[in-house]
């Protein structure tokens, strides 16, 4: 049984058993590695530790999941950009949604100061696709990742688009479930590309700050009306979502 030390967890001292185990050939590239409850039986802890040194393992880029099949030892080297893994729950949600509000309102702001008509004429046609979709009460998150993606290149900043696409399947499952929550709401996808209208107005526009709180107010009422963490924010403008 594994014992803590000092200030060592428990899910430190399986992440380390394992990770000693992968960086010594004991378990072949591609290899499976036993099940959850299987490694939670051999270290004599419980699964939600065994989890969370999972977890740590995928953020190192030493493993990777199939859904429904487990987890298995990645190639020495090889690791998903940036070191993103794979949304597996509710919390890496939450978590990809805090990284954007930290960043994207950010991109927005810099897009407002630097834009090219080249730049804006792209964050316009991820708009119109946008509006098309709306029209037809449908959501694309594809045309919906293309405007945000298009705001960070506006920037002209290369780590703004590289975080962006390494986020592209995170943000795309966040997208995808936000635009199915719209339809369930009354002028829910109506709401929404007001939001998007209001942004882009505002970077064509050069207002910095605008850009900057229209972009943060879109994307915690995107976060808001996903989770119910706070108000939805339906039936407000995105000039009073800014001002609350």
């Known amino acids: 049984m594994l014992e803590t030390s000092g200030r060592r967890s428990l899910s430190d001292m399986v992440f380390e058993r394992i990770q000693k185990s992968i960086k010594s050939g004991a378990y072949a590239v591609d290899e499976r590695l036993p099940p959850e409850h299987a490694l939670a039986a051999e270290f004599q802890v419980s699964r939600p530790v065994v989890r969370e040194a999972l977890r740590r393992l995928r953020d190192q880029g030493l493993i990777y999941s199939r859904r429904g099949a487990g987890s298995f030892v990645r190639e020495q080297g090889i690791r998903e950009p940036l070191g993103f893994g794979q949304i597996e729950?509710?919390?890496?949600?939450?978590?990809?949604?805090?990284?954007?509000?930290?960043?994207e309102p950010e991109a927005a702001a810099m897009a407002a100061q630097r834009r090219s008509p080249e730049a804006l004429q792209k964050i316009k046609r991820a708009l119109a696709l946008l509006r098309d979709a709306t029209n037809r009460q449908a959501h694309r998150e594809d045309a919906d990742f293309m405007f945000h993606l298009s705001i960070a290149q506006s920037s002209t900043n290369p780590y703004f688009v590289t975080a962006m696409k390494a986020l592209e399947e995170h943000i795309a499952v966040g997208m995808r479930l936000h635009g199915l929550s719209l339809k369930r709401m009354v002028d829910g996808l109506t709401h929404v590309l007001v939001e998007h209208m209001a942004i882009t107005d505002a970077i064509e526009a050069g207002d910095v700050?605008?850009?900057?709180?229209?972009?943060?107010?879109?994307?915690?009422?995107?976060?808001?009306?996903?989770?119910?963490?706070?108000?939805n924010g339906m039936g407000r403008t995105p000039e009073e979502q800014v001002d609350q």
Do not use: K, P, V, W
């Open 89 to 103: 729950n509710l919390s890496d949600l939450q978590h990809c949604y805090e990284f954007r509000l930290t960043i």
């Open 209 to 231: 700050e605008g850009a900057r709180n229209l972009m943060r107010a879109h994307l915690a009422g995107s976060r808001d009306r996903l989770f119910g963490t706070t108000t």
